[in-house]
């Protein structure tokens, strides 16, 4: 079965950092492209950071653009989200998101909260 787990959201204060955590399994994680969305409070989901199943990582949306990047351990089967220099707009709840023969997965989210 394939699943998606996500861990490391929470409080962080203004300018502060978090590394999210995805540990798939029932999937080789490396051999497909991953994905990061997120969905603000009363807005639409929107993909910031990827990988690819051959290690080329980006980011989509331009506000994260120099602050967030993704990795990925294949070993753990597990993909991050390094977080930097956090703003009370980045606050969203985060997913974790892979396609598989057409299909899509996503993680539970987990929720980041930027603020003093």
């Known amino acids: 079965q394939v699943q998606l787990v996500e861990s490391g959201g929470g409080l962080v204060q203004p300018g502060g950092s978090l590394r999210l955590s995805c540990a798939a399994s029932g999937f080789t994680a490396s051999s497909y492209k991953m994905n990061w969305y997120r969905q603000p409070p009363g807005k639409e989901r929107e993909l910031v950071a990827y990988?690819?199943?051959?290690?080329?990582?980006?980011n989509y949306a331009d506000s994260v653009k120099g602050r967030f990047a993704m990795s990925r351990d294949s070993a753990k089967n597990t993909v991050y989200l390094q977080m930097n220099s956090l703003q009370p707009e980045d606050t969203a709840v985060y997913y974790c998101?892979?396609?598989?023969?057409?299909?899509?997965?996503w993680g539970q989210g987990t929720q980041v909260t930027v603020s003093s």
């Open positions: 990988i690819t199943s051959g290690g080329s990582i980006g």
């Open positions: 998101h892979t396609i598989i023969r057409f299909m899509n997965y």
